[in-house]
Protein backbone atom coordinates (compact mmCIF):
# COMPACT_ATOMS: atom_id res chain seq x y z
CA UNK A 1 0.00 0.00 0.00
CA UNK A 2 2.92 2.43 0.83
CA UNK A 3 4.77 1.76 -2.77
CA UNK A 4 1.09 2.42 -4.14
CA UNK A 5 0.78 5.78 -2.48
CA UNK A 6 4.25 6.53 -3.38
CA UNK A 7 3.61 5.91 -7.12
CA UNK A 8 1.09 7.89 -7.30
CA UNK A 9 2.55 10.86 -5.50
CA UNK A 10 5.63 10.88 -7.84
CA UNK A 11 2.88 10.60 -10.77
CA UNK A 12 1.33 13.45 -9.33
CA UNK A 13 4.24 15.51 -8.79
CA UNK A 14 5.73 14.60 -12.41
CA UNK A 15 2.97 15.75 -13.96
CA UNK A 16 2.30 19.02 -12.63
CA UNK A 17 6.36 19.89 -13.30
CA UNK A 18 5.16 18.88 -16.85
CA UNK A 19 2.35 20.93 -16.52
CA UNK A 20 4.65 24.00 -15.68
CA UNK A 21 7.37 23.41 -17.67
CA UNK A 22 4.82 23.73 -20.75
CA UNK A 23 2.89 27.28 -19.17
CA UNK A 24 4.08 30.58 -20.78
CA UNK A 25 4.00 33.41 -18.99
CA UNK A 26 1.51 35.97 -20.19
CA UNK A 27 3.03 39.58 -20.58
CA UNK A 28 0.43 42.17 -20.13
CA UNK A 29 -0.23 44.10 -23.15
CA UNK A 30 1.13 47.69 -23.60
CA UNK A 31 -1.58 49.80 -23.30
CA UNK A 32 -1.70 52.02 -26.84
CA UNK A 33 -0.81 55.25 -26.34
CA UNK A 34 -3.01 58.20 -27.58
CA UNK A 35 -1.09 61.03 -27.56
CA UNK A 36 -2.90 64.41 -26.57
CA UNK A 37 -3.38 66.73 -29.30
CA UNK A 38 -3.33 70.53 -28.75
CA UNK A 39 -6.26 71.31 -31.58
CA UNK A 40 -9.11 73.07 -29.97
CA UNK A 41 -12.38 73.09 -32.11
CA UNK A 42 -15.89 74.48 -31.53
CA UNK A 43 -18.43 75.08 -33.30
CA UNK A 44 -19.58 78.80 -34.49
CA UNK A 45 -22.01 80.98 -36.10
CA UNK A 46 -21.43 82.68 -39.18
CA UNK A 47 -21.91 86.87 -39.30
CA UNK A 48 -21.20 89.50 -41.48
CA UNK A 49 -18.85 91.61 -39.62
CA UNK A 50 -21.02 94.81 -39.39
CA UNK A 51 -24.84 94.98 -39.58
CA UNK A 52 -27.00 97.97 -37.87
CA UNK A 53 -30.53 97.77 -37.08
CA UNK A 54 -32.33 100.36 -38.36
CA UNK A 55 -35.40 102.04 -36.68
CA UNK A 56 -37.68 105.60 -37.09
CA UNK A 57 -37.16 107.75 -33.63
CA UNK A 58 -40.63 108.84 -34.05
CA UNK A 59 -44.00 106.84 -34.32
CA UNK A 60 -46.13 107.35 -37.16
CA UNK A 61 -48.27 105.77 -40.21
CA UNK A 62 -45.50 104.48 -43.30
CA UNK A 63 -45.96 106.91 -46.24
CA UNK A 64 -43.15 104.39 -48.61
CA UNK A 65 -40.74 102.33 -48.15
CA UNK A 66 -37.98 102.54 -50.98
CA UNK A 67 -36.24 99.20 -50.58
CA UNK A 68 -36.55 95.83 -50.86
CA UNK A 69 -34.25 92.86 -49.32
CA UNK A 70 -30.60 92.15 -51.03
CA UNK A 71 -31.02 95.73 -52.49
CA UNK A 72 -27.34 97.33 -52.06
CA UNK A 73 -27.61 100.65 -50.53
CA UNK A 74 -25.11 103.93 -49.26
CA UNK A 75 -24.92 105.64 -45.97
CA UNK A 76 -27.06 108.30 -45.71
CA UNK A 77 -29.84 106.96 -48.41
CA UNK A 78 -33.38 107.27 -47.64
CA UNK A 79 -35.04 103.69 -46.75
CA UNK A 80 -38.56 104.71 -46.02
CA UNK A 81 -40.63 107.62 -45.29
CA UNK A 82 -43.74 108.33 -42.49
CA UNK A 83 -46.36 110.67 -43.62
CA UNK A 84 -45.60 114.53 -43.31
CA UNK A 85 -46.38 116.24 -40.43
CA UNK A 86 -48.52 119.62 -40.87
CA UNK A 87 -47.00 120.29 -36.92
CA UNK A 88 -43.66 119.76 -37.92
CA UNK A 89 -43.55 121.36 -41.19
CA UNK A 90 -45.04 124.51 -38.99
CA UNK A 91 -42.74 124.60 -36.20
CA UNK A 92 -40.00 124.60 -38.86
CA UNK A 93 -41.69 127.73 -39.74
CA UNK A 94 -42.42 129.59 -36.83
CA UNK A 95 -38.58 128.48 -35.71
CA UNK A 96 -37.09 129.95 -38.75
CA UNK A 97 -38.83 133.37 -38.44
CA UNK A 98 -37.77 133.69 -34.87
CA UNK A 99 -34.57 132.95 -36.22
CA UNK A 100 -34.83 135.85 -38.53
CA UNK A 101 -36.38 138.48 -36.16
CA UNK A 102 -33.57 137.70 -33.55
CA UNK A 103 -30.71 138.35 -35.88
CA UNK A 104 -32.17 141.47 -37.45
CA UNK A 105 -32.70 142.15 -33.64
CA UNK A 106 -28.68 141.70 -33.41
CA UNK A 107 -28.13 143.30 -35.95
CA UNK A 108 -29.86 146.67 -35.29
CA UNK A 109 -28.36 146.89 -31.89
CA UNK A 110 -24.98 146.56 -33.25
CA UNK A 111 -25.37 149.26 -36.15
CA UNK A 112 -26.76 151.69 -33.40
CA UNK A 113 -24.13 150.61 -31.62
CA UNK A 114 -21.22 151.87 -34.00
CA UNK A 115 -23.42 155.00 -34.92
CA UNK A 116 -23.65 155.98 -31.16
CA UNK A 117 -19.99 155.38 -31.60
CA UNK A 118 -19.70 157.53 -34.34
CA UNK A 119 -21.65 160.48 -33.11
CA UNK A 120 -19.78 160.55 -29.78
CA UNK A 121 -16.76 161.47 -31.02
CA UNK A 122 -18.08 163.92 -33.72
CA UNK A 123 -19.49 165.53 -30.57
CA UNK A 124 -16.48 164.80 -28.40
CA UNK A 125 -14.15 166.47 -31.32
CA UNK A 126 -16.78 169.90 -31.35
CA UNK A 127 -16.35 170.08 -27.54
CA UNK A 128 -12.49 169.92 -27.40
CA UNK A 129 -13.14 173.13 -29.90
CA UNK A 130 -14.80 174.79 -27.64
CA UNK A 131 -12.27 173.82 -24.92
CA UNK A 132 -9.56 175.06 -26.82
CA UNK A 133 -11.43 178.47 -28.12
CA UNK A 134 -12.68 179.29 -24.06
CA UNK A 135 -9.23 178.04 -22.76
CA UNK A 136 -7.34 180.95 -25.44
CA UNK A 137 -10.08 183.70 -24.45
CA UNK A 138 -9.35 183.07 -20.74
CA UNK A 139 -5.79 183.53 -21.37
CA UNK A 140 -5.97 186.42 -23.39
CA UNK A 141 -8.56 188.17 -20.71
CA UNK A 142 -9.25 186.46 -17.48
CA UNK A 143 -12.03 188.25 -16.82
CA UNK A 144 -14.77 186.18 -14.39
CA UNK A 145 -16.93 185.78 -17.39
CA UNK A 146 -14.20 183.49 -19.28
CA UNK A 147 -13.49 181.74 -16.68
CA UNK A 148 -16.81 180.76 -16.19
CA UNK A 149 -16.93 179.85 -19.78
CA UNK A 150 -14.04 177.69 -19.92
CA UNK A 151 -15.37 175.92 -16.69
CA UNK A 152 -18.54 174.88 -18.21
CA UNK A 153 -16.44 174.34 -21.64
CA UNK A 154 -14.20 172.04 -19.16
CA UNK A 155 -17.40 170.36 -17.51
CA UNK A 156 -18.71 169.85 -21.15
CA UNK A 157 -15.33 168.30 -22.24
CA UNK A 158 -15.27 165.50 -19.18
CA UNK A 159 -18.86 164.25 -19.49
CA UNK A 160 -18.28 164.00 -23.47
CA UNK A 161 -14.89 161.60 -23.16
CA UNK A 162 -16.76 159.77 -20.53
CA UNK A 163 -19.86 159.19 -23.10
CA UNK A 164 -17.14 157.91 -25.31
CA UNK A 165 -15.36 155.68 -23.16
CA UNK A 166 -18.82 153.86 -22.04
CA UNK A 167 -19.90 153.53 -25.55
CA UNK A 168 -16.31 151.93 -26.60
CA UNK A 169 -16.56 150.00 -23.62
CA UNK A 170 -19.66 148.98 -24.87
CA UNK A 171 -23.14 148.21 -22.90
CA UNK A 172 -23.42 144.51 -22.78
CA UNK A 173 -26.70 144.16 -21.56
CA UNK A 174 -28.68 144.72 -24.62
CA UNK A 175 -26.51 142.91 -26.89
CA UNK A 176 -26.13 140.22 -24.51
CA UNK A 177 -29.75 139.67 -24.46
CA UNK A 178 -29.66 139.80 -28.43
CA UNK A 179 -27.61 137.53 -28.77
CA UNK A 180 -29.28 134.66 -26.72
CA UNK A 181 -32.62 135.24 -28.17
CA UNK A 182 -30.54 134.41 -31.60
CA UNK A 183 -28.79 131.20 -30.08
CA UNK A 184 -32.65 130.28 -28.86
CA UNK A 185 -34.11 130.43 -32.06
CA UNK A 186 -31.08 128.66 -33.95
CA UNK A 187 -31.56 126.06 -31.57
CA UNK A 188 -34.75 125.57 -31.96
CA UNK A 189 -34.64 125.60 -35.87
CA UNK A 190 -32.33 122.73 -35.68
CA UNK A 191 -35.17 121.01 -33.20
CA UNK A 192 -37.66 121.43 -35.48
CA UNK A 193 -35.61 120.60 -38.68
CA UNK A 194 -34.70 117.63 -36.95
CA UNK A 195 -38.68 116.17 -36.09
CA UNK A 196 -39.25 116.71 -39.83
CA UNK A 197 -35.97 114.48 -41.04
CA UNK A 198 -36.64 111.60 -38.45
CA UNK A 199 -39.60 111.39 -40.93
CA UNK A 200 -37.38 109.86 -42.97
CA UNK A 201 -35.31 106.72 -42.19
CA UNK A 202 -31.91 106.60 -43.65
CA UNK A 203 -28.83 104.23 -43.96
CA UNK A 204 -26.38 104.80 -41.58
CA UNK A 205 -24.22 102.53 -43.51
CA UNK A 206 -23.20 100.88 -46.21
CA UNK A 207 -24.32 97.51 -47.43
CA UNK A 208 -27.60 95.07 -48.38
CA UNK A 209 -30.67 95.73 -46.91
CA UNK A 210 -31.94 92.29 -44.94
CA UNK A 211 -35.39 91.35 -43.40
CA UNK A 212 -37.49 94.43 -44.46
CA UNK A 213 -40.72 94.18 -41.94
CA UNK A 214 -42.77 97.67 -42.61
CA UNK A 215 -44.84 97.98 -45.76
CA UNK A 216 -46.59 101.28 -46.35
CA UNK A 217 -49.83 102.55 -44.88
CA UNK A 218 -48.65 100.37 -41.56
CA UNK A 219 -48.41 102.04 -38.28
CA UNK A 220 -44.59 102.04 -36.53
CA UNK A 221 -43.70 103.11 -33.28
CA UNK A 222 -40.64 104.21 -32.46
CA UNK A 223 -37.20 102.15 -31.65
CA UNK A 224 -39.42 99.13 -33.72
CA UNK A 225 -36.15 97.09 -35.97
CA UNK A 226 -38.10 97.51 -39.04
CA UNK A 227 -35.17 96.47 -41.43
CA UNK A 228 -30.80 95.71 -41.16
CA UNK A 229 -28.43 96.87 -43.28
CA UNK A 230 -25.45 94.61 -43.54
CA UNK A 231 -21.77 95.07 -44.76
CA UNK A 232 -20.93 90.89 -46.40
CA UNK A 233 -17.93 92.11 -47.88
CA UNK A 234 -16.29 90.75 -44.33
CA UNK A 235 -17.40 87.74 -42.40
CA UNK A 236 -16.55 87.04 -38.49
CA UNK A 237 -17.22 83.83 -36.37
CA UNK A 238 -18.74 83.84 -33.21
CA UNK A 239 -18.53 81.23 -30.89
CA UNK A 240 -19.55 80.59 -27.56
CA UNK A 241 -18.71 77.13 -26.52
CA UNK A 242 -15.69 77.33 -25.05
CA UNK A 243 -15.54 76.58 -21.40
CA UNK A 244 -13.48 78.38 -18.69
CA UNK A 245 -10.89 75.84 -18.85
CA UNK A 246 -10.73 76.43 -22.53
CA UNK A 247 -10.30 79.77 -23.31
CA UNK A 248 -7.51 80.60 -21.19
CA UNK A 249 -5.23 78.59 -24.33
CA UNK A 250 -6.89 81.15 -26.56
CA UNK A 251 -4.88 84.59 -27.46
CA UNK A 252 -5.97 87.38 -29.44
CA UNK A 253 -4.23 87.35 -33.04
CA UNK A 254 -3.90 83.67 -32.78
CA UNK A 255 -5.01 81.94 -36.44
CA UNK A 256 -8.00 79.31 -36.92
CA UNK A 257 -9.11 76.94 -39.54
CA UNK A 258 -13.09 77.08 -40.49
CA UNK A 259 -14.81 74.92 -42.10
CA UNK A 260 -18.88 75.56 -42.82
CA UNK A 261 -21.25 72.51 -42.40
CA UNK A 262 -23.01 73.83 -46.09
CA UNK A 263 -18.85 74.22 -47.27
CA UNK A 264 -17.10 71.04 -46.16
CA UNK A 265 -14.45 71.08 -48.81
CA UNK A 266 -13.37 75.06 -48.27
CA UNK A 267 -11.38 75.75 -45.71
CA UNK A 268 -11.13 79.43 -44.31
CA UNK A 269 -8.59 80.97 -42.54
CA UNK A 270 -8.31 83.80 -40.16
CA UNK A 271 -7.79 85.01 -36.60
CA UNK A 272 -9.14 85.81 -33.12
CA UNK A 273 -10.08 89.60 -32.36
CA UNK A 274 -12.32 89.44 -29.58
CA UNK A 275 -12.16 87.25 -26.39
CA UNK A 276 -15.47 88.60 -24.09
CA UNK A 277 -14.53 89.65 -20.78
CA UNK A 278 -17.70 88.62 -19.44
CA UNK A 279 -18.87 85.32 -19.30
CA UNK A 280 -22.05 83.42 -20.05
CA UNK A 281 -23.41 79.95 -18.36
CA UNK A 282 -24.49 77.37 -21.26
CA UNK A 283 -25.70 73.96 -20.48
CA UNK A 284 -23.98 74.54 -16.61
CA UNK A 285 -20.90 75.32 -17.77
CA UNK A 286 -18.91 78.90 -18.05
CA UNK A 287 -18.54 79.70 -21.41
CA UNK A 288 -16.84 82.85 -23.27
CA UNK A 289 -17.56 84.23 -26.77
CA UNK A 290 -14.69 85.09 -28.94
CA UNK A 291 -14.78 86.13 -32.48
CA UNK A 292 -12.76 85.25 -35.36
CA UNK A 293 -12.31 87.33 -38.41
CA UNK A 294 -12.47 86.03 -41.56
CA UNK A 295 -9.18 86.52 -43.83
CA UNK A 296 -11.24 85.06 -47.14
CA UNK A 297 -15.11 84.69 -48.26
CA UNK A 298 -16.85 82.58 -50.73
CA UNK A 299 -20.01 83.69 -52.71
CA UNK A 300 -21.96 81.09 -51.31
CA UNK A 301 -21.59 82.29 -47.24
CA UNK A 302 -25.16 82.68 -45.69
CA UNK A 303 -25.77 84.42 -42.24
CA UNK A 304 -25.99 82.11 -39.60
CA UNK A 305 -24.14 79.13 -41.13
CA UNK A 306 -22.83 76.65 -38.77
CA UNK A 307 -19.14 77.04 -38.39
CA UNK A 308 -16.46 74.50 -36.67
CA UNK A 309 -13.31 76.98 -35.38
CA UNK A 310 -10.52 75.02 -35.33
CA UNK A 311 -7.43 76.59 -33.01
CA UNK A 312 -4.24 75.84 -33.17
CA UNK A 313 -1.97 77.42 -30.44
Known amino acids: ?168 AGNPDPIASAQARLASAKAAVVSARAALEALELKANIDGTVVDVTLQAGERVPAGQPVMIVADFSSWVVKTDDLTEVEVVDVKLGEKVEIRLDALPEVKLNGEVTQINKRFEEKRGDITYTVTAVLNQTDARMRWGMTAAVQLVP
Open 1 to 168: MKRTYLYFALLTIAMLTLAGCGVNTAQPAAAPSSAQSDTLIAEGRLLPANFLEHSFSISGQVAEVLVKDGELVKAGQVLARLNNSPEAELALARAQQEELAAQQALDTLKANAKLELAQAELALMDIEKEFDTAENRYDANETDENKYKLDIADANLKLAQDELAKLK
